[in-house]
């Protein structure tokens, strides 16, 4: 029984036991969410792969159900791999899936409900003809690197339109099939878009946002007010990469808005990876689900018999400046808040620890908002550098003029362990650019863990914009939204001192420049109903 452990989570979605990755084929249905996975049935490791299968009324609390899809033709005998849903018309679920056939070549498969008047949709029926879509010596498709079939959309000429991730070469893409009955799949003589020298694209995902206001829409909207996102999951450095473009529909092209800026917008800036999302046509919202692997070792996970949880369901859409997206954890999470601890807009003088007290430090939710007066202070940044290496190298423990300064969680009574997440501002050239770091070197006495740093820019300006950062807190999980949205960075941590009520929670200051906090709220969160 892995259910009184230190690291478990309370409300990140896990199943009791074993191997979990990507979140497959999320789909509403009968007023029900729907949430399949990569799951390994008989182990903590990677293997065995089938979908597991839970539902929720809201995104947080979720019932378990028997896996849903496993190997049980030639065409997926060595594994069901990652995949989506699609909602034919007369609110049909379809699933495509990747399976690894009895030539362990990737190959994609369809299956249906059994029973659409099951709101469970607990069977699942494969269709004799699949595969569907295979790599044949005509294609010239490379059978190891073919697979993540996206949720499907529909063009005005009627024909449903589906990508797979490949690459040839070094060239990754998303390859893209036609199909008029969702059974007979053509390849297109283009690929949606691809990139030289980016590797193979795994779990792509591609959907429409609207370029005024935050509600989500269906798959196959396009028009006016329309813009269409391309995420693709990069293989080769094992994060969620997305561009933000036009899909001109006559070509069935996707053209990015800065062609020669690919791959620099991330979802997430931490460990997060083979995210996807759906239209949630209940709220009328875009829901964005993501994987985050472990940072223990292997070794590690197998003595606790679980591996990889899923974050918070995050709304999602795109910034009023059209140059970005944003996410927030679904408003379903705040009925987790219990106990609120709210302190008073008050100075936080340079070097200086705020405890935050009163909430259950290890499993919470904290909204802290600031505001910097003497930006003149702002270290000067000569040259433009990797944030991730900005943050490796000035810690929570380097001083600047303006930070860091920002929450301390998961912290040991002695502070001989806790992890930051924190803002600095810099001054580069006549901009200032505020710099959010999660730093995890200082998160745990037990070094086998990877304890690397994160960090991105947050595209806010310090001038006229609050600096806010809200965090959740859980167990061994810290994911953190900052400049509200803008910028998402999630680490996993193993603290062996600061857990369940040993953790301490702290805002700090630890620049020599004062700062003013606006807002900080804290919430003990209480434990979803995950399984
Ligand atoms: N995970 C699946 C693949 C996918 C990868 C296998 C991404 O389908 O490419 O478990 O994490």
């Known amino acids: 029984d892995s259910s009184n452990q230190p690291y478990r989570t309370a409300y990140h979605f896990q199943p009791p036991n074993n191997w979990i990755n990507d979140p497959n084929g999320p789909l509403r249905y009968g007023g029900l969410y729907h949430l399949f996975y990569q799951y390994n049935p008989k182990g903590a490791v990677w293997g065995n792969i089938v979908w597991a299968h839970s539902v929720s009324r809201d995104l947080v609390n979720w019932t378990p159900l028997d896996p849903a899809i496993f ?102 893409m998303a390859i893209l099939y036609r199909s008029k009955d969702f059974v007979k799949w053509v390849q297109a003589k283009h690929p949606l878009h691809s990139t030289l020298g980016s590797g193979m694209w795994e779990c792509p995902d591609f959907f429409p946002v609207l370029s005024n206001g935050q509600l989500g829409v269906d798959t196959s909207v396009n028009g006016e007010y329309v813009r269409h996102v391309l995420k693709v999951s990069l293989d080769d450095k ?30 997430d800036y931490g460990k997060y990876y083979a995210s996807k999302t759906f239209f949630d046509d209940g709220k009328k919202r875009r829901i964005l689900l993501g994987w985050v692997n472990e940072s223990s070792s292997v070794a590690d996970d197998i003595k606790k018999g679980w591996s990889g949880i899923h974050t918070i369901p995050r709304a999602i859409w795109l910034h009023k400046s059209g140059r970005q997206l944003v996410q927030w954890p679904v ?46 202070k702002a270290e000067v940044l000569d040259y433009w550098t990797d944030p991730q290496i900005l943050c490796s190298k000035k810690g929570s423990s380097v001083k600047s003029g303006l930070g860091p300064f920002g929450l301390l969680v998961f912290a040991s ?92 929670l702290y805002a700090f200051n ?19 109903q995950i399984h």
């Open 331 to 376: 408003e379903e999470v705040e009925k987790l808040r219990a106990y609120p601890v709210n302190l008073l807009p008050q100075v936080l003088k340079g070097g200086k620890l705020l405890p935050i007290n009163g909430v259950t430090a290890s499993q919470a939710d904290v909204e802290i908002s600031f505001e910097v007066s003497k930006l003149r």
């Open 238 to 267: 094992k994060h969620d990469y997305y561009m933000i473009g036009s899909y001109n529909a006559a070509k069935d092209a996707f053209i990015p808005d800065e062609e020669s800026n690919i791959f620099v917008l991330r979802y």
């Open 510 to 528: 630890n620049g020599t420049a004062d700062v003013k906090i606006t807002r900080l709220s804290a919430w003990s969160m209480k434990k979803a």
């Open 413 to 504: 009574e002695g502070l001989q362990e806790y992890t930051s997440v924190f803002f600095r501002i810099f001054r580069h050239q006549h901009k200032y650019l505020v710099l959010l770091c999660s730093d995890q070197n200082r998160s745990s006495l037990n070094k086998d863990n990877d304890l690397t740093s994160y960090g991105t820019f947050v595209d806010v300006d310090p001038l006229h914009d609050k600096l806010s950062l809200r965090t959740l807190i859980d167990h061994s999980v810290v994911e953190s939204f900052g400049g509200e949205g803008r910028a998402c960075i999630t680490a996993r941590v193993y603290p062996t001192l600061a857990i369940n009520d040993k953790a301490q």
């Open 71 to 172: 190997p049980s033709q030639s065409s997926d005998i060595n594994g069901c791999w990652s995949g989506s849903a699609t909602l034919l018309p007369g609110n049909k679920p379809a699933i495509l899936y990747t399976g690894i056939d009895s030539l362990n070549q990737q190959v994609q498969n369809f299956a249906q409900p059994k029973n659409l008047s099951d709101p469970f949709l607990r069977e699942w029926v494969k269709s004799p003809k699949n595969p569907l879509m295979a790599p044949t010596s005509a294609n010239k498709i490379n059978s190891s690197s073919f697979r993540d079939p996206t949720t499907a959309w529909l063009g005005k000429d009627g024909h449903w339109r589906v990508l797979v991730g490949s690459k040839r070469r070094t060239r990754g």
